[in-house]
């Protein structure tokens, strides 16, 4: 009878703290995933790296990607958009269009294997990847405008 008792008890137990474990695991989560595509620059081959990026509750997600975007891939096999030091003159979402508008060190920073049409592809998977809600991205540098994305 006694063994009996015991296996209730360590039965409920568990229930008890795997149920607990699932509830904090929907209820805590701090992180924004991101799967970022890089141009590889020895292969030529799209890449993916996941990154994981702690929530600020005063910027919007789409906000916080395109900064860790910009940070550059952590393999350095990889093509940067930008140079990582340089920041964004503004990154904003309004309605579902986001805008971002670099500085004119942007076109200065491509390296010559990494084309526009490059640019232009990764960017767009990225931002339509990451940023669900998005259904436009208005992408200039110092107010004009280089590229206009819509979802498909």
């Known amino acids: 009878m006694k063994f009996i008792k015991t296996k209730i008890i360590a039965g409920i137990l568990l229930l008890l703290i795997s149920g607990f474990a699932v509830y904090t695991g929907f209820q805590n989560r701090k992180y924004n995933r991101f ?14 790296e996941i990154r994981f990026v702690p929530k600020q509750l005063n910027k919007p997600k789409e906000v916080l990607f395109f900064e860790e975007l910009m940070l550059g891939a952590v393999n350095h096999e990889h093509y940067l958009f930008l140079n990582p030091e340089e920041k964004l003159n503004s990154c904003f979402v309004k ?14 920073s491509v390296k010559d294997d990494f084309n ?30 280089i590229y206009e994305f819509l979802k498909k």
Request: charged share 20%; proline share 2%.
């Open 116 to 145: 526009s049409d490059d640019i232009s592809f990764l960017l767009e998977k990225n931002i339509f990847t990451n940023c669900l809600n998005i259904n436009s991205v208005f992408i200039s540098v110092n107010g004009t405008k």
């Open 35 to 48: 799967v970022m595509f890089f141009k590889n620059s020895i292969t030529k081959e799209i890449e993916t």
């Open 95 to 108: 309605d579902t269009v986001l805008y971002i508008d670099f500085p004119e060190s942007f076109l200065q």
